[in-house]
């Protein structure tokens, strides 16, 4: 006798339960088919299992050290997929946003907790990896097969400037700083009137010039000067980035995410990221002391892979395919979102909330800054790489990363 208890009635469409099941499976599959890095997704529930039971401090910042590398990955995928049912405009402000969102997870969770130079460090040292350590694979890993590579030399040029612009947004206040009397040494926040309080207000008032600069640069991006950045954008649509969705057995591209499902893969890793990002920075105190590591080395180092390990394999993969564009639009573009944009608005937020967040950095530290972007405009502003000066960035973060290694840990 035939069994019609799990058919659907007349041959008709499945039920809505169903449905949504077969949504979600959908959605599931899809993710996990992105990228093998999301195969560490397996380190998510390790790492907040770690931080509930109170494991190891070793134990709970590595274990969530890796479960923020496929997050970071999943929310730029959710994003590109929320991108293609909002349209390019805000597309463009989904990514400019989101694209950052690790960084600025982990940097307000530090900040509530008052881990002001872990933010700093953080923020300087997504700017060197980006500039120094990401521009630089790339160009080695483009240049290796190739005599020369060229990209767009005024996108290149208009990045450049911003960055110089920013890179002075963060010395002039070191050199404002040193030209003050020595600041009092007052637990909390500075007293008013105090040399700390002076630099505080001019941090905030240069952070909101910054962020001003920052919503023009995307007005010239996406508006008045869209042409210049169109053959970037045409790369992406024609699956440069997209080379590792799933696809069905013919070899078609399976479609895209839903807006409900894009929104839901947001939000749910966006949860899971701040879970894990508040026991990472939870366990850098235990992890300073049982090491001898600097706050200064795990910020400016080791935190910065966490947030753009998404970027740096898509900036890589494309310089390979002779992309230049798109490779340039990742590695310098955001370099120049963590300048103008995450760390004005960290200081910002501490300013909301009473911690006393900062645009000063030290001599060494805004010295370092000057070298790097000083160096890295001086490769791209031709508009041609080679694989020379890949080894030439590369070299020069393995000495900023070594210099930072022996920097002792200093109070602002």
Known sequence: MPNFENEPLLGGQPGPLKRVQNGIVHTVVKTFQLSPVNYLLIFVPLGIIAGELGWSSNAIFWLNFLAIVPLASLLAFATEELAEH??????????????????LIVSIIALKDNQVRIVQASMLGSILSNLLLVLGCCFVAGGVTRVQ????????????????????????PAAFHASLPEPKKEIGFPEPGSSDDLILSFSRGVSIILLVIYILYLVFQLKTHKSLFEEQAQEADDGIITTALPTDDSGKEVDHLSVNASLGVLVGATILVSFCADYLVGSIDNIVESTGLSKTFIGLIVIPIVGNAAEHV?????????????????AVGSSLQIAIFVTPFMVLVGWAI????????????????????????????????????????????????LAFFYYPDVAN
Do not use: H, R
């Open 149 to 172: 590579q060229t990209f767009n030399q005024t996108v290149a040029q208009t990045m450049s400037s911003l960055m110089a612009l920013a890179t002075a947004g963060l010395m002039i």
């Open 86 to 103: 909002v349209g390019e405009t805000v597309g463009g402000l989904l990514n400019a946003t989101f694209g950052n969102a690790v960084e």
């Open 314 to 330: 898509t900036a890589i993969v494309v310089a390979m395919k002779d992309k230049m564009d798109l490779a340039i639009g990742v």
């Open 354 to 401: 009473d911690v006393p967040m900062s645009l000063y950095f030290s001599t060494f530290e805004t010295a370092i800054l000057f070298v790097s972007m000083f160096i890295s405009n001086l490769v791209i502003l031709d508009g041609e790489s080679n694989w020379l000066e890949g080894a030439m960035l590369l070299s020069t973060y393995l000495i900023v990363a």
